[in-house]
């Protein structure tokens, strides 16, 4: 790796606030050590007062957009950044990418499945299982499963599941966080986590084991706890990450502690991905209210990771 860690950042959709901060983050980087380059629309990133960065930029613009006004037409585009960002990681061109946000929807009605840039991450990866995890004011908080309905939540948790799901944590916090002998604590998935099966079965059927396999491997698992009480404990530093169940149990709290600072980190994948932690914001987007802080902490944290997997392996 070079001095200057090398970064890439996607626009997102366009329409959206993606080019606003991703602008604000190139002036906030502009006299940092560290090389970036912009994949997506570059028209909108230079329209929203950005000044494009010397490096490689790949325009990647299918359709003309209008800000606040998402189009269908704009989804190859939009996925088409993520894919080659995603590549020249995969191929070391980049040490990290970066991602602002794209519509689920948009891409949806432009014909691509993903759920999120997780899965298409964990596609164009072709290895590893992707984790989410985030990170704010100190506090982190991973997921058991991610973009489905609730009603799917307890068929899609297993044992199996969780124990890989907190191997990865265990190994990316220890890597990419440095963290000594991670602590992670784990949700239940019912109230009071199950109060002893009275209000479910899961704790104890599949949650409870899983943690019971992985200190057999040597991570410190604690739990389950119940999520009521779970994450007072953690931002009071007893743990150095939490595993939810599921989304909202999991970014509900994160983003009411450190709404506006926190990043979105990809685990598990043979590439380092941080994002912002919210959406498109369409209803706002070209009206310059749209606050770059959270693009700028996942552009921060993004250089830290990449210098840390360097002194990782430096170890080796």
Same mark, same amino acid.
């Given at each position: 790796?070079?001095?200057?860690?090398?970064?890439?950042?996607?626009?997102?959709?366009? =329409? &959206? %606030?993606?080019?606003? @901060?991703?602008? $604000? /983050?190139?002036?906030?980087? #502009?006299? +940092?050590?560290? *090389?970036?380059?912009?994949?997506?629309?570059?028209?909108?990133?230079?329209?929203?007062?950005?000044?494009?960065?010397?490096?490689?930029?790949?325009?990647?613009?299918?359709?003309?957009?209008?800000?606040?006004?998402?189009?269908?037409?704009?989804? =190859? &585009? %939009?996925?088409?950044? @993520?894919?080659? $960002? /995603?590549?020249?990681?995969? #191929?070391? +061109?980049?040490? *990290?990418?970066?991602?602002?946000?794209?519509?689920?929807?948009?891409?949806?009605?432009?014909?691509?499945?993903?759920?999120?840039?997780?899965?298409?991450?964990?596609?164009?990866?072709?290895?590893?299982?992707?984790?989410?995890?985030?990170?704010?004011? &100190?506090?982190?908080?991973?997921?058991?499963?991610?973009?489905?309905?609730?009603?799917?939540?307890?068929?899609?948790?297993?044992?199996?599941?969780?124990?890989?799901?907190?191997?990865?944590?265990?190994?990316?916090?220890?890597?990419?966080?440095?963290?000594?002998?991670?602590?992670?604590?784990?949700?239940?998935?019912?109230?009071?986590?199950?109060?002893?099966?009275?209000?479910?079965?899961?704790?104890?059927?599949?949650?409870?084991?899983?943690?019971?396999?992985?200190?057999?491997?040597?991570?410190?698992?604690?739990?389950?706890?119940?999520?009521?009480?779970?994450?007072?404990?953690?931002?009071?530093?007893?743990?150095?990450?939490?595993?939810?169940?599921?989304?909202?149990?999991?970014?509900?709290?994160?983003?009411?502690?450190?709404?506006?600072?926190?990043?979105?980190?990809?685990?598990?994948?043979?590439?380092?991905?941080?994002?912002?932690?919210?959406?498109?914001?369409?209803?706002?987007?070209?009206?310059?209210?749209?606050?770059?802080?959270?693009?700028?902490?996942?552009?921060?944290?993004?250089?830290?990771?990449?210098?840390?997997?360097?002194?990782?392996?430096?170890?080796?």
């Amino acid at each position: 790796m070079p001095t200057s860690p090398r970064i890439g950042i996607t626009v997102g959709d366009p =329409a &959206g %606030i993606g080019p606003e @901060v991703v602008a $604000a /983050a190139l002036r906030a980087f #502009a006299n +940092e050590p560290v *090389a970036l380059c912009v994949y997506g629309d570059l028209g909108a990133v230079t329209r929203a007062g950005g000044v494009l960065p010397p490096g490689p930029n790949q325009e990647h613009a299918s359709a003309p957009v209008v800000p606040g006004k998402p189009a269908a037409a704009a989804a =190859a &585009g %939009i996925v088409r950044a @993520v894919e080659q $960002a /995603a590549r020249a990681c995969l #191929a070391g +061109e980049l040490d *990290a990418m970066v991602t602002a946000p794209l519509s689920k929807e948009v891409i949806a009605d432009g014909g691509f499945a993903y759920p999120g840039h997780t899965e298409l991450l964990e596609e164009v990866a072709g290895r590893g299982r992707a984790v989410m995890m985030l990170v704010g004011r &100190g506090l982190r908080v991973a997921l058991a499963t991610i973009h489905c309905p609730l009603r799917e939540v307890p068929d899609r948790l297993s044992r199996e599941g969780i124990l890989s799901v907190l191997e990865t944590m265990n190994a990316d916090l220890a890597r990419r966080f440095r963290v000594r002998a991670p602590r992670i604590a784990v949700c239940g998935l019912n109230p009071h986590a199950g109060e002893g099966g009275r209000f479910g079965d899961e704790e104890a059927r599949i949650i409870a084991p899983a943690l019971a396999d992985a200190r057999a491997r040597g991570i410190d698992a604690r739990g389950p706890f119940s999520g009521d009480s779970l994450f007072h404990r953690a931002v009071a530093g007893e743990f150095d990450a939490v595993l939810a169940m599921y989304h909202d149990q999991g970014l509900a709290p994160l983003k009411t502690h450190a709404f506006g600072q926190a990043v979105n980190v990809t685990l598990g994948l043979p590439l380092v991905r941080t994002s912002v932690d919210h959406g498109t914001a369409f209803e706002i987007a070209g009206q310059g209210k749209a606050d770059p802080s959270s693009m700028i902490e996942a552009v921060r944290l993004a250089v830290e990771i990449s210098r840390n997997e360097r002194g990782s392996r430096d170890e080796l």
